[in-house]
């Protein structure tokens, strides 16, 4: 069974950098064709694809995070990172790592989740 498991701070201060580590265990994060995602969901938003890291280690980054974003991955430890820097308020939401079949960015392709991890950005 493929697992997947969010872990860091829950509070960041505005202009700090957000870390997080998805550690994935039931699949190894290079084996072929699969795409590891990092996702958010602010308060009363829908879903924000943030960016992805794929098993051939190449990586994608949303268009409006992308100057933000760095998306990493340690295969030794079979995780993938997650740094968004320069954070506000708005950068307040539930982070989720999620496995997809596709390299398209669908939700209907993201058939495994972490259970999610909340950031909050304030002083």
């Known amino acids: 069974q493929v697992q997947l498991q969010e872990s860091g701070p829950g509070l960041v201060k505005p202009s700090q950098t957000l870390s997080l580590t998805c550690t994935v265990s039931g699949a190894s994060i290079t084996t072929n064709y699969y795409y590891w995602s990092w996702i958010r969901q602010p308060p009363g938003k829908g879903l924000e694809w943030i960016g992805d890291?794929?098993?051939?280690?190449?990586?994608y980054y949303s268009p409006s995070l992308k100057s933000r974003t760095s998306i990493s991955r340690d295969t030794s430890k079979n995780h993938f990172t997650l740094q968004l820097s320069s954070v506000t308020p708005e950068d307040t939401a539930v982070y989720y790592c999620?496995?997809?079949?596709?390299?398209?960015?669908?939700?209907?392709?993201?058939?495994?989740w972490g259970q999610g991890t909340q950031v909050t950005v304030s002083s």
């Open positions: 890291i794929r098993y051939s280690g190449s990586i």
């Open positions: 999620v496995r997809s079949y596709s390299p398209v960015v669908q939700t209907t392709s993201w058939n495994y």
